[in-house]
């Protein structure tokens, strides 16, 4: 899904979904629907680690003098949306940046994830060549190719359209994820596992629906100088894009990041809360 998701975002050749996969499949088979998956999934326990621990420790920083006012008593539905709302923009930065924490106040800057995406959307792109070779042979020789193209600056293309679209769109995702567990949930008590997986597949759905533009908008730049068409930046992107496609361009891949975000999203709020009363139990 996350293959045709970025052809269709970056490739106007393709009349669909279905026309992506079947011309993917003919062409590469099934293992093209796997290109460029390897960095993403060594990565994915790291990303996630930085995004909810972030999150936990910024609503933690957030809602600190709120519990002192209330003797520590201040449950989850006593805290305030709009620290969940600024705690998950933090969130998005630190994703967009990995700034991984060493404790509340100190964090050191790891530019990881957008190099990392940069090298998926390149090899998700690559199809045949004209000649019947490919470009890159694999993330390690991407990486080379790259740096011997752009250098270090080329790994960081897109990375302004990945803090824009992942800092607003964290704040959205810990939002709804509050708003809908509380609603499934009596005052005081803790979420049950239904809850959870309802709250967190919503969550998905609702960020993907808001940044899917932005993605879209991500992905061209990180194509461009890789075979795609060269812009200038974020708003060259966006200005080119409207002009030539029209304001449907940016909804491109919706479809398939709303029917991957609901499982995905609730899998993973599930496992977030398990671990962590967990550790709060033991």
């Not at 949306?81 to 967009?96: P, Y």
């Not at 679209?165 to 803790?190: A, I, N, S």
Request: contains cysteine; proline residues 3%; aromatic residues 10%.
């Amino acid at each position: 899904m996350l293959l045709v998701e970025v052809r269709l975002q970056t490739q106007s050749v393709y009349r669909g979904i279905l026309d992506c996969v079947l011309q993917t499949y003919t062409h590469e088979g099934l293992h093209g629907f796997f290109k460029g998956m390897s960095f993403p999934v060594l990565s994915v326990a790291l990303s996630n680690a930085v995004a909810f621990g972030s999150y936990s420790n910024a609503l933690d920083h957030l809602t600190h003098r709120r519990r002192e006012r209330n003797n520590d008593a201040c449950d989850s539905q006593g805290i305030l949306l709009r620290h969940v709302f600024i705690a998950g923009c933090f969130s998005g930065l630190a994703q967009a940046c990995h700034l991984f924490y060493i404790c509340s106040v100190f964090m050191e800057k790891l530019f990881v994830t957008a190099p990392i995406d940069l090298i998926k959307v390149r090899l998700q792109n690559q199809t045949r060549s004209s000649s019947g070779g490919s470009k890159y042979h694999g993330p390690l020789h991407c990486v080379a190719v790259i740096l011997r193209e752009d250098g270090v600056k080329g790994l960081f293309r897109g990375m302004w359209a990945l803090a824009l679209r992942d800092v607003p769109c964290f704040g959205l995702y810990f939002l709804p994820y509050e708003l809908t567990w509380r609603m499934m949930t009596e005052q005081g008590q803790q979420p049950g596992h239904s809850a959870v997986l309802v709250a967190g597949g919503v969550a998905g759905v609702v960020t993907w629906a808001c940044a899917t533009p932005m993605d879209v908008v991500k992905a061209r730049l990180q194509m461009s100088g890789g075979g795609g068409r060269v812009y200038r930046g974020v708003l060259n992107c966006i200005a080119v894009s409207v002009r030539e496609e029209g304001i449907r361009v940016f909804f491109k891949g919706l479809l398939l990041n709303s029917v991957r975000a609901f499982p995905v999203n609730a899998v993973t709020f599930l496992s977030f809360e398990m671990i962590v009363r967990h550790m709060k139990d033991s």
